[in-house]
């Protein structure tokens, strides 16, 4: 599917695509700016990720890093602009992840993407429908992606 404009799909067609790359996002760039106000908003204030001066000169990164959270936060983002919406969505809802996995560091200036494969699809009651999405969030220019998870929303259908 096309990255930057999600297509409206049944829920069947989406089915027929269970297995398959439904969706990858743009690219976000993670500025210090961006990594300042998670960790306000976090409380998590760890030098590898506020001190660009003490990251340089006591880690291996060369310099400040994202919180592997705020990587992962940015599936949201990401998945409403990448992948398909559902015909007769009313909303979606977080449901889960499983399987989280931080690959690599994304150091400040870098930009990551989603790359979003749909792996199942099944029914709660009848208006309700789990998706299982295995995610890699690509860190561009580099091999090994910054994280790989299975993301579970629920799409509540009308």
Partial sequence: MNAHA??????????????QEVGVSSWKAIDQARIDRFA??????????????????E??????VS??????????????????????RVM????????VRF???????????GRFSLADVS???ASQ???RYQVTVEIEGSDKPALAAEWITLAVLG
């Fill in 6 to 19: 999600p297509v409206s799909v049944s829920l069947d067609d989406l089915k027929s695509r269970i297995g």
């Fill in 40 to 57: 306000a908003v976090t409380e998590d204030h760890q030098f590898i990720h506020v001190d660009p001066e003490r990251a340089r000169a």
């Fill in 59 to 64: 880690t291996p990164f060369g310099g400040t």
């Fill in 67 to 88: 919180h592997g959270f705020l990587t992962l936060s940015l599936l949201s983002a990401m998945g409403q602009e990448a992948l398909p919406v559902i015909k007769d």
């Fill in 92 to 99: 979606g809802i977080n449901y889960g992840l499983d399987r």
């Fill in 103 to 113: 690959l690599s560091p994304v150091p400040v200036g870098a930009r990551v993407r």
């Fill in 123 to 125: 029914m709660r009651p």
């Fill in 129 to 131: 429908a789990v998706l």
